[in-house]
Nanobody, 115 residues
Framework: QVQLVESGGGLAQPGGSLRLSCAAS????????MGWHRQAPGKQRELVAR???????IYADSVKGRFTISRDTAKNTVSLQMNSLRPEDTAVYYC?????????WGQGTQVTVSS
């Protein structure tokens, strides 16, 4: 079993920045991908960014150039630096880990972008 604990959500003004972090613990193997998804009210959950074992990354078009995902493999952590935030980035952000055909989720952290 894998546990994911997110931190760092909160309120930011448009144009501001926030940094999300996620720590994974439990039965973690050497090869896994971690990422962030988000879900806004009334919308489906969507992928924001993902980073693989070798550091390869993918981003949603809506966040390219503004968000940066990074990971510390030794500590089993993943972070999401969010810059130039927009009101449409408001959502619950979920940390995600994929390994051995299984997928694990954190409890989610609220990000609100508003003036």
């Amino acid at each position: 079993q894998v546990q994911l604990v997110e931190s760092g959500g909160g309120l930011a003004q448009p144009g501001g920045s926030l940094r999300l972090s996620c720590a994974a613990s439990g039965s973690i193997f050497w090869s896994y991908a971690m990422g962030w998804h988000r879900q806004a009210p009334g919308k489906q959950r969507e992928l924001v960014a993902r980073i693989g074992t070798i550091g390869n990354t993918i981003y949603a078009d809506s966040v390219k150039g503004r968000f940066t995902i990074s990971r510390d493999t030794a500590k089993n952590t993943v972070s999401l630096q969010m810059n130039s935030l927009r009101p449409e980035d408001t959502a619950v952000y979920y940390c995600n880990l994929m390994q051995m055909g299984n997928e694990y989720w954190g409890q989610g952290t609220q990000v609100t972008v508003s003036s």
